[in-house]
Nanobody, 120 residues
Framework: QVQLAESGGGLVQPGESLRLSCAAS????????MAWHRQAPGKDRELVAS???????NYADSVKGRFTISRDNAKNTVYLQMNNLKPEDTAVYSC??????????????WGQGTQVTVSS
């Protein structure tokens, strides 16, 4: 089993910043891609940013230039630096990790999510 533990959410004012972290622990051979998603009340979950095992990155258009995804492979951790936050960024943010197991299987794990609220 693999556990993903997210941290760093909170309540901030528009224009402020937050840094989310997601650490993977448990039994796996390797982690391939990692990503952050978000879901606002009444809306579908959307991909915010993703990063491959070779550090290739992709972003949703709505966050380009404001958010930066990064990872520390030694710590099995992915980060999301969020700058210039806007009220429309308010959502529950969840990370996922695409793992390769010792049984030669691919499996995607999800974290529980962390709340980000942007409000004045």
């Amino acid at each position: 089993q693999v556990q993903l533990a997210e941290s760093g959410g909170g309540l901030v004012q528009p224009g402020e910043s937050l840094r989310l972290s997601c650490a993977a622990s448990g039994r796996f051979a390797s982690i391939n891609g990692m990503a952050w998603h978000r879901q606002a009340p009444g809306k579908d979950r959307e991909l915010v940013a993703s990063i491959s095992d070779s550090a290739g990155m992709n972003y949703a258009d709505s966050v380009k230039g404001r958010f930066t995804i990064s990872r520390d492979n030694a710590k099995n951790t992915v980060y999301l630096q969020m700058n210039n936050l806007k009220p429309e960024d308010t959502a529950v943010y969840s990370c996922n990790a695409d793992t390769y197991t010792y049984e030669h299987l691919y499996y995607t794990y999800w974290g529980q999510g962390t709340q980000v609220t942007v409000s004045s």
